[in-house]
């Protein structure tokens, strides 16, 4: 058994997850958490320590998460996002982007609360500046994140032994940010969007903060880019 801390990163198979996979690696043993089992295999492959913990997040049981009785980190960085007016938004996808963005995170962490009890844990959920405003098209996405956010509100103040981070990034050079910009019908410019190692450098900050240091938000944004 090590004696290493335990994190589990969702969305590890790539971009900010597997940002912070790396970065929480010299120092945690980790739980690669996504649906692409195979992508998890190879971001494990080059961590030492590290495992894929292949589920679909939206499904997840209590056999899921059987023998996980202590874990130190749980970070929530998987996520959907689909543009569109509210008039031409249709039902499926308001509740596709609540069930990906916050029931999703909110059924996980209530199935690892014992365990990060145990542990006297932090969980962390990467946010997105549309979680602090709401922009034309992002109607639906942005309802999800002000929901996260409250979800990480009310965890807070419900479990006063745990830290609880909510994390703003603006745009990140991602898989998903090309998505974005495709339905935007815009270019991609990564030189205007933060590196996902950015990101993952503020999750570091507020997992290896001091004891009696509480960070409960984190608002990061590019130099020379768009807030969200």
């Given at each position: ?81 689909t543009l569109g007016r509210i008039a031409e938004t249709p039902a499926e996808v308001w509740r ?133």
């Amino acid at each position: 058994m090590s004696a290493r801390p335990t994190a589990l990163v969702t969305g590890a198979s790539r971009g900010v997850g597997a940002a912070v996979a790396h970065a929480l690696a010299p120092t945690h043993d980790l739980l690669l958490g996504g649906r692409d089992a195979e992508a998890l295999a190879k971001v494990a492959a080059g961590l030492p320590g590290a495992r894929p913990w292949p589920v679909e997040l939206t499904a997840v049981t209590e056999a899921d998460v059987a023998g996980i009785d202590r874990l130190d980190v749980l970070v929530h960085s998987a996520g959907t996002v689909t543009l569109g007016r509210i008039a031409e938004t249709p039902a499926e996808v308001w509740r596709r982007t609540m069930d990906i963005n916050v029931i999703a995170v909110a059924e996980l962490t209530r199935l690892l609360l014992p365990a990060l009890r145990a542990a006297h844990g932090q969980v962390v959920m990467i946010n997105s500046g549309a979680g602090q405003r709401a922009n034309p098209g992002w109607g639906s996405y942005a309802a999800s994140k002000f929901a996260l956010r409250a979800l990480a509100d009310a965890l807070r103040l419900e479990e006063p032994d745990l830290r609880v981070t909510t994390v703003y990034p603006g745009r990140v050079d991602t898989d998903m940010q090309r998505g974005v910009r495709a339905q935007e019908n815009g270019s991609y410019e990564p030189e205007k969007y933060l590196a996902p190692e950015s990101v993952a450098r503020a999750v570091l900050a507020a997992v290896t903060a001091s004891p009696d240091a509480h960070i409960t938000e984190i608002t990061v944004r590019s130099m020379g880019g768009p807030a969200s």
